[in-house]
């Protein structure tokens, strides 16, 4: 089994900033893709960024410029730093993998997902 433990989100004034992780562990032989989504009340996921096992990252056109995504392979985590934050920014975010585990091949996880607030 894969588990992806996200931690971070909080609430935080417009203009402010706050740091996304998720840590992946279980039976995991390699990670491909990682990336971040989110999803606001009455609205459908949306990808934010994602970033794969070579480096190559993808923004929203809504977050480029304010939001960067990194990953650290040695510790199966992704990172998401957030700048600038906006009310719009507010949204429970959600950590994706796309795993090759021991037992179950290739699978996308998904993590239990974090809120973020921005308030105005």
């Known amino acids: 089994q894969v588990q992806l433990v996200e931690s971070g989100g909080g609430l935080v004034q417009a203009g402010g900033s706050l740091r996304l992780s998720c840590a992946a562990s279980g039976s995991i032989l390699s990670i491909n893709t990682m990336g971040w989504y989110r999803q606001a009340p009455g609205k459908q996921r949306e990808l934010v960024a994602d970033i794969t096992s070579g480096g190559s990252t993808n923004y929203a056109d809504s977050v480029k410029g304010r939001f960067t995504i990194s990953r650290d392979n040695a510790k199966s985590t992704v990172y998401l730093e957030m700048n600038s934050l906006k009310p719009e920014d507010t949204a429970v975010y959600y950590c994706?993998?796309?795993?090759?585990?021991?037992?179950?091949?290739?699978?996308?996880?998904w993590g239990q997902g974090t809120q973020v607030t921005v308030s105005s």
């Open positions: 994706n993998a796309d795993v090759l585990s021991i037992w179950y091949g290739t699978h996308d996880y």
